[in-house]
């Protein structure tokens, strides 16, 4: 058993079970804290560990693959893993002001963690029903930070959320089983070569639609994004910013990886669905940020509108389509995550989410407006932040492909990410406060603005380093697309040097969309 | 010395306003060191990686257009933050508007310099940001906040079909450098995508340098700052348009369509343009308008294309940007110390501020084009690259001849009427601004002046490089000169000030008459830009309305009806139920115990589905789960049913108990709808039995069955595979449920707990839908 990639999940795990030990008085924060740097630096040596010796794999239990399950990390799971470390860190900081002492005594520090947990356990499995399992951690665990305070909106959301999400893993769990009947393997590696071989592929193209279904409830695309813009504007900042970093994009690597290991037997079936599911979710997530007048509802629309992008990439197929979706999957986690950051200092210091009701923020706290344009500017692709390399890398994809009429809808999309954005803007920062109050950074203590600004800040920075140097990061997501294309490493790490036995799929590495 | 009491004027900015002045001023020095080597015919080509995978590179060429851009954006740059040292040093916000200010010359010097596309394109957002945030300057004002935002939008639409144009050309060409690219014009033209892509490039350029129909965003960012107009919307951004389509014109040039469009288009808003600058009464506005009659000038004459023209633009866009900066440049000192810009108040300003006159009078005459300044040079190029046409051409000459008679007229109205005739009451009293402000117009009114009478030095310099550069034809002679012969382009000068002199004459009753003709005018732009915001606000409201509706019916019928359709669908094209199986004989061969075990299920879910009672539904749904538990007993696993039995009860149980304590949840009940619910539940149902069925034709692949009844007992010490499956074979799966239950168990006292304190606090969200 390898402690590498175990102990991203192991760490969570830990730091739930003490920070829930110590829930009554100030340590569990910052045991939260202590555990969640903890997960960073463990993801950070298992990315290492990637980038080192390629992908990894480790037998749970020492039973091998198929037998057992396996976890396993290619760039593209040690990447999220680093990510989820990064967020996980930022929000466990922010919390520490964010978060009162009656939520405390609640759970809400050991229910981050186990959230954690659930999300590091989903990018790492090697199993699909594990990935199930961890799906249903994420879920459970969610949950509870949704209603976490009981006001009666939070119910509301928290019942459809949970509601839509159970139909998703209900398709998953079905979709799991059938694919099991057919292959006799839930192992990840080795759907992949089983996939190939079964007796009727029409079946398994249903299957996938299934599985395209259930993950794509998760990963809110149309037309079944419902349960998020009904519940990630209700729960405190804290909760908001984590879900909105991490939790649909767990919904987005799962269709990824799966669209790119398992279900490639007809491309040009499943992936063009994935292409108008792309483009219907662009429009109408961006359409919903334009029509909502709240802070945050109007970036949880923005999530479903991004969400669109990253799948646009994976339906593409091709190598430049899948580095633009992977850079796009990191590049939005910091970004979005921040943001909701920034919405809960601005309700702090003005009053409210609402934009009717908020404003001056430009005027009295202009380090905060600088803060929130930064990943303002980069979601809504400006140059030269973060967001306009993942938009320009997707674009360029496009048109390569020739795909024009897609490249159209992603570039007028990116127009009405900035009218959205320029809504927030000029409503929270520009115009003048309502009631006439001055909001001012100083209003909050030292240990809030700290507590507070330092993550933001922080998620800020990487923005713009990713933004202005951003070769290493396309050259990283380069190689996770190959990895991604050409499964064979992931394939033998996971299986053994002998485990190709089976004939590519016609295109896998030409990675032509056909119409 | 200010006495006790009032207040000392501040100044905000500290080392900002010093800095600001030495960075353009230091940017300038080093840019004019280049003027030598281009004027020598040698464009300069360096840069490094940026993002090498990608093809994009920081390079920079500089050649004469290049090099002619980067003094004016620099040199002028100098001018503009010395200015407003003095205009906004007192503004608590001067430092930020300092940081926009550089930022946006940075973009601009970035544009102009750049080489590889997808870099300029950076910087061309960079100047779409910095300039909103400029325009918005004063952020307290609605207006402000609207203009900013016209201008970015109209701006940014017209960015992003730059983006696709740039990627087109990229491709086609095989590489993002304009070195490369400038050098394959015929290959270029003659591509299936030279259409697209001429359009794309054509958006970008179009919106950022206002021509007509997306002109309107340009005099309402007048909003911002003056000294902000005088840089951003009149020297620099606004010409980026213009130098985008000076760039390219080397590789998308010279075809019909670019002909047309831009000669129709830059024909269309110089006159447009130039009629409206005379219906204004506030001076800021008429320069605006000025403006945007000299961007389509330049526009019109890139479309010309001919070595003459080219030429005459070159030298008209130096010339522009010098007077009309320092015309902005004098309306801000004016509008700064007498708090007005109405042409109809102000009156025999001179004799109070006589330096700032000066500087607008040397600017003035250069716009009317009266010789000797650069300005009248500037004309009569235009008129002789016009008069050079054919005959059927004679309409360009015709624009620029109306066109000049405005702009003399123009000049009257913002200088010659507010600076003489008896000095008329203003809000503040008027006096000279202080010196940091009216050097500016007469630094760039020494050039003006210099310019046109040694023509020789800017031709060297500037207009030939710039010449050879945008033609792409470095063999091309250019001679430039104020005066040699009476030809037809002098009499046709002659004549512009004759009729120029009678149109500022009645500019007044022509002004009222105009106002009257464009009242009635129906197709405003302006407010059809709001209706256009409006009806985008109505559809993403309707859209969102409709798909968020916030009743969770319709979202679970949403989901399902998603899956029947894809399932569906996909079953059918894919032709995926090869059942091969008879189903008949199976149907015979069931026995009495499972007919009576499905009823038992049957009617389990029956009643589920309709019973009105919450507590009859959790009982019914009981009544499915020990059916399911039968028939784990039916096929001898007794140990799973019993888990089953005890899974069931105890859910039966917790629900129940739930549901007493928990309010009820306001689902509504709509049995209008029930009939079309129950068909997409059977369908679902149908569809993913099927599914089953067809699976279930090829045999399981038994090889982890095989495995696990083999090493159950030798490897893992367990008899029973089921128990050694779930704690041993796959223990992380049952680790992650226990977890799942224990969370379960945590949010479920969360919930309960927390709805024990007391009222909720402070909260501000609303219901999903208001």
Same mark, same amino acid.
């Given at each position: ?68 399950? #396996? ?43 186990? +959230?954690?947990? !659930? ?28 209603? +976490? ?27 799991? !089983? ?72 767990? !919904? ?21 669905? +994935? ?5 219907? #979710? ?24 991004? @969400? !669109? ?53 430009? #005027? ?57 954005? #320029? ?35 922080? +998620?800020? @920075? ?54 | 010395? /200010? ?14 306003? %010093?800095?600001?002045? /030495? ?11 280049? $003027? ?5 015919? &040698? ?68 544009? =102009? ?24 300057? &004063? ?98 951004? $606004?010409?980026?348009? $213009? ?14 369509? %670019? ?149 003399? *007229?123009? *000049? ?25 402000? %009216? ?29 050879? *550069? ?28 004759? *009729? ?66 894809? =399932? ?39 009643? &589920? ?162």
């Amino acid at each position: 058993m390898s402690w590498v990639l175990a102990s991203p999940i192991i760490i969570p795990f830990a730091t739930a079970v003490l920070a829930f030990l110590f829930r009554a008085g100030p340590e569990g924060r910052w045991i939260s804290v202590i555990g969640s740097a903890g997960l960073l630096i463990a993801s950070g040596v298992l990315m290492a560990e990637v980038l080192d010796k390629g992908v990894v794999a480790a037998q749970m239990g020492e039973w091998a693959a198929p037998f057992g399950i #396996t976890l396993v990390a290619d760039l593209l799971s040690a990447v999220m893993v680093v990510i989820t470390g990064i967020t996980g860190l930022a929000v466990a900081v922010y919390a520490l002001a964010d978060i009162d002492t009656r939520k405390e005594q609640l759970g809400y520090h050991a229910l981050f963690q186990v +959230l954690l947990a !659930g999300v590091c356990g989903a990018f790492l499995t090697g199993d699909i029903f594990n990935l199930y399992v961890w799906f249903e951690v994420m879920l459970i665990a969610s949950f509870g930070l949704l209603i +976490l305070g009981g006001r009666k909106v939070q119910l509301d959301g928290g019942i459809k959320y949970v509601t839509l999400n159970l139909i998703s893993t209900i398709m998953f769990l079905s979709g799991v !089983g059938l694919l099991y009947g057919m292959t006799g393997t839930l192992n990840m590696a080795d759907l992949h070569g089983a996939v190939q071989t079964v007796d009727n592929p029409g079946l398994l193209v249903v299957v996938a639609i299934m599985f395209m279904i259930a993950f794509g409830v998760k990963a809110a695309v149309f037309p079944l994004f419902f349960w998020l813009p009904a519940a990630y504007h209700t729960p405190a900042i804290s909760v908001s910013a984590i879900f909105a970093g991490l939790l649909t994009k767990v !919904g987005v690597y799962a269709l990824i990886r799966t669209f790119t290991l398992i279900f490639t037997t007809d491309i040009a079936y499943t992936h063009t669905i +994935l292409l108008w599911v792309a483009a219907f #979710t662009m429009v109408t997530g961006v359409l919903g940020a334009a029509a909502m007048n709240d802070f945050r509802r109007i970036l949880s629309f923005h999530i479903i509108s991004q @969400i !669109g992008y990253m799948i646009l990439g994976l339906a593409l197929f091709t190598p430049l389509a899948i580095v633009g979706a992977v850079f796009y999957l990191v590049h939005h986690i910091i970004v979005k995550a921040n943001l909701f950051l920034v919405a809960g200092v601005a309700r702090r210091i003005a009053g409210s989410t609402e934009l009717d009701r908020i404003g001056g923020l430009y #005027t009295y706290a202009p380090f905060l407006g600088l803060l929130f344009l930064i990943p303002a500017f980069s979601l809504a692709g400006f140059p030269p932040l973060s967001g306009f390399w993942a938009k320009y890398v997707l674009v360029k994809a496009s048109l390569d492909a020739e795909v024009y009429w897609v490249a159209a809808v992603a570039l007028v999309v990116g127009l009405l990410t900035i009218y959205s954005m #320029t809504k927030i803007w000029g409503n929270a920062f520009w115009k003048p406060h309502p009631a006439g109050a001055t909001p001012r950074l100083s209003d909050m203590t030292g240990l809030e603005r700290s507590a507070l600004l330092t993550p933001i800040a922080a +998620l800020a @920075i990487l923005t713009c380093i990713i933004g202005f140097f951003p070769q290493p990061f396309v050259d990283f997501a380069t190689r996770s697309a190959e990895q991604l294309l050409d499964p064979t490493a992931y394939v033998t790490a996971v299986l053994g040097p002998d485990a190709m036995p089976v004939v590519e799929a016609d295109g896998l590495a030409e990675g032509e969309v056909t119409e | 010395m /200010a006495s006790s009491g009032e207040a000392v004027p501040r100044t905000y900015g500290g080392p900002a306003g %010093w800095i600001s002045v /030495a960075i353009p001023a230091a940017l300038f020095a080093y840019f004019l060191q280049f $003027v030598p080597v281009i004027a020598a015919g &040698t464009p300069v080509v360096v840069g490094f990686d940026w993002v090498a995978s990608l093809d994009i590179r920081l390079s920079v060429l500089i050649d004469g257009l290049s090099l002619t851009f980067a003094l004016l954006i620099s040199g002028i740059g100098t001018l503009v933050t010395l200015y407003s040292t003095k205009y906004l040093g007192e503004h608590p916000e001067y430092p930020r508007f300092v940081l926009y200010l550089m930022m946006f010359m940075i973009g601009m010097l970035g544009l =102009v310099l750049a080489d590889n596309l997808i870099a300029l394109f950076v910087f061309w957002e960079i100047t779409t940001i910095s300039s909103y945030l400029l325009i918005g300057f &004063t952020s307290d004002e609605a207006k402000s906040r609207r203009s900013a935002l016209q201008a970015l939008l109209v701006t940014g639409t017209g960015g992003l079909a730059l983006l696709a144009g740039m990627i087109l050309l990229g491709n086609v060409a095989g590489s993002f450098e304009l070195s490369v690219i400038l050098a394959q014009g015929d290959m270029i033209r003659e591509h299936p995508l030279y259409l697209p892509i001429l359009i794309l490039f054509l958006a970008g350029a179009f919106t950022k340098s206002a021509q007509f129909p997306f002109h309107f965003w340009l005099p309402n960012a007048m909003a911002a700052p003056t000294p902000v107009s005088a840089y951003l919307h009149s020297a620099t951004m $606004v010409k980026a348009g $213009v130098y985008l389509m000076a760039r390219v014109n080397p590789a998308l040039g010279e075809t019909d369509v %670019w002909f047309w469009t831009l000669i129709i288009a830059g024909g269309f808003t110089t006159v447009f343009a130039s009629i409206l600058a005379i219906r204004q009464t506030d001076i800021k506005q008429v320069l605006a308008y000025t403006t945007l009659m000299a961007l389509g000038a330049l526009t019109l004459f890139i479309g010309v294309g001919t070595a003459d023209a080219i030429k005459a633009m070159m030298i008209f866009l130096v010339v522009h940007s010098l007077y009309k900066a320092a015309l902005f440049l004098m309306i801000g000192i004016v509008d700064h110390e007498t708090g007005t810009r109405e042409a109809e108040v102000l009156r025999g300003l001179g004799r109070k501020m006589p330096l700032t006159f000066l500087g607008g009078a040397i600017a003035a005459i250069s716009m009317a084009g009266i010789p000797p300044l650069f300005g009248f040079i500037g004309k009569e190029f235009l008129y002789k690259a016009g008069l050079e046409l054919d005959t059927a051409m004679i309409w360009v000459t015709g624009t620029i001849f109306a066109a000049s008679v405005l702009m003399f *007229a123009a *000049a009257g109205i913002s200088v010659l009427r507010p600076f003489t005739g008896p000095l008329a009451d203003t809000p503040r009293p008027a006096h000279e601004g202080p010196w940091a402000m %009216w050097i500016c117009p007469l630094i760039l009114g020494v050039f003006s002046l210099g310019f046109g009478l040694f023509p020789d030095t800017a031709e060297a310099w500037l207009i030939a490089p710039g010449t050879w *550069a945008v033609y792409g034809d470095y063999g091309y002679e250019v001679d430039i000169y104020l005066f040699r012969e009476v030809n037809a382009a002098f009499v046709l000068s002659l004549v512009t000030f004759a *009729a120029g002199a009678v149109v500022y004459a009645f500019h007044r009753p022509l002004r009222d008459w105009l106002g009257r003709v464009f009242e009635a005018n129906p197709i405003k732009f302006d407010p059809g830009w709001d209706r256009v915001l409006d009806g985008l606000k109505a559809l993403a409201g309707w859209q969102t309305r409709l798909l968020q509706s916030g009743v969770l019916q319709k979202y679970i019928f949403v989901i399902f009806l998603t899956f029947a359709v894809g =399932v569906g669908a996909t079953i059918y094209l894919k032709d995926a139920l090869q059942i091969s199986v008879d189903l008949r004989a199976e149907y015979d061969a069931l026995s009495f115990k499972v007919w009576a075990v499905l009823i038992f299920i049957t009617a389990g879910a029956l009643l &589920t589905a309709y019973t009105q009672s919450r507590m009859a539904a959790v009982a019914a749904l009981g009544v499915v789960g020990i059916g399911v538990a039968l028939i784990f007993i039916m096929f001898s696993a007794p140990d799973v049913a019993i888990t089953q039995l005890l899974v069931e009860t105890l859910v039966v149980v917790l629900v129940a108990v739930a549901m007493l304590k928990l309010p009820h949840l306001g689902l509504t009940k709509d049995r209008g709808r029930r009939p079309l619910h129950a068909a997409l539940a059977l369908t679902v149902g149908t569809l993913t039995t099927l599914v089953l069925f067809a699976v279930l034709q090829s045999d399981l692949d038994r090889r982890l069955t095989d495995y696990f009844e083999i090493a159950s007992w030798p490897e893992a010490f367990g008899r029973n595979i089921v128990n050694v499956i779930l704690v041993d074979f796959r223990a992380l799966d049952t680790f992650g449920e226990i977890a799942v239950v224990v969370i379960a168990a945590l949010a479920a006292y969360a919930l309960l707990r927390g709805t024990q304190y007391g009222p909720p606090r402070d909260e501000i969200e609303g219901e999903e839908r208001r």
